[in-house]
């Protein structure tokens, strides 16, 4: 038995009428069911006519490799996202804390951030938090960003990294180390050193520089390598640096060695070439990318990554000469 009805011939102009009725009601449900439960993630197109518009605001210092590498990744995650991004930093805390004030005035519908200094970051959180913007964290304040109220945090743990470093010294036969900090006051870096004495077997001092001042630095770590011929190994924790300790270590006259956390191009040449004897890698260019990648996924389809209540690690991944090469080209293209 056929039960369909009897088929009925419209005019065109009653389509193309009909058409335009219907087109106009399923535009209006759209927008207005995206309208009507604010809490809800938006819809994939991104919040407002232009697309989501995302800010990574970092604690770094311009013409710093180590943020070039951050940046990447973040315009790496906005191009696949169709995010349109905005990169701004500053190493002083007052003026980091403005540019995320800055963010929240300027309608961004999600920004990323670093906790070098957590407390100067409290307010401005609270204010975007209070403006519904979400807030995730990378990089630095590992400890500090669910008291913070971050949804989420990208990063490395720098106690676990520091303890790794400690054990790796063991095993290289160090007794007598310099911890470089070139940011007095830095919780990432002031962890990295507190991890290292953790586990390592011999004597550990931290040297305390201004990381501004390139030359002075080399002139601190050859005055302490003349002033004490027992330091047998230096661990620095920027890439750069530790190829200021090679050149510190022949100025002072001194056989001490040299390890870093974290790596560039001219590092990992000198892993290879037996100049430093390893570096630890926490994966900035994979930071940057998983920080805006997940306040895309938030704003899209409601996706926290760690469920809120874990971080995401990028490290610490150990670079040697052993695999130094395999990461050679990466460091190359700026990416590790």
């Not at 069911?33 to 197109?45: F, L, M, N, T, V």
């Not at 311009?62 to 990169?87: C, H, I, N, P, S």
């Not at 470089?180 to 870096?189: A, D, K, M, P, W």
Request: glycine content about 12%; charged content about 20%; overall charge negative.
């Amino acid at each position: 038995m056929n039960t369909s009805l009897p088929s009925r011939r419209f005019p065109r102009h009653r389509l193309a009428a009909l058409a335009a009725t219907v087109g106009l009601l399923v535009t209006g449900c759209s927008a207005f069911g995206a309208a009507d439960d604010s809490s809800e993630p938006d819809d994939a197109s991104g919040p407002g006519a232009g697309g989501m518009k995302v800010t990574l605001v970092t604690h770094g210092s311009e013409g710093d490799a180590f943020w070039d590498r951050v940046r990447k990744g973040a315009e790496a995650a906005a191009a696949k996202d169709g995010v349109k991004l905005t990169y701004v930093s500053d190493p002083d805390p007052a003026g980091q804390a403005e540019l995320v004030r800055e963010a929240v005035r300027d309608g961004a519908d999600g920004i990323a951030l670093t906790l070098a200094k957590p407390q100067a970051m409290e307010a401005p959180v609270n204010e975007a938090r209070a403006a519904d913007v979400p807030v995730v964290g990378l990089n630095s304040g590992i400890d500090a960003w669910k008291p913070a109220g971050l949804l989420e945090f990208f990063g490395q743990d720098e106690s676990v990294a520091g303890r790794a470093v400690g054990e790796k010294l063991n095993g290289l036969k160090a007794e007598n180390a310099l911890c470089v900090v070139h940011e007095q006051g830095n919780v990432g870096l002031e962890a990295r050193c507190a991890g290292v004495k953790t586990t390592f077997d011999g004597t550990i001092e931290n040297l305390y520089v201004d990381g501004t001042d390139e030359r002075a630095v080399s002139g601190i770590i050859t005055a302490r390598l003349r002033q004490d011929p027992t330091i047998d190994q230096v661990v620095t924790l920027r890439a750069d640096f530790a190829l200021t300790a090679i050149e510190a270590a022949a100025e002072a006259g001194s056989d001490a060695d040299v390890a870093t956390f974290d790596l560039n191009e001219e590092l990992v040449d000198a892993v290879r070439g037996g100049n430093v004897q390893f570096a630890v890698d926490q994966q900035p260019y994979l930071q940057g990318y998983l920080a805006v990648d997940a306040l895309w996924l938030y704003r899209t389809n409601g996706n926290i990554s760690g469920g809120g209540v874990a971080p995401v690690l990028t490290g610490p991944a150990f670079v040697t000469k052993a695999n130094a090469d395999a990461v050679a080209g990466f460091a190359a293209g700026g990416t590790r």
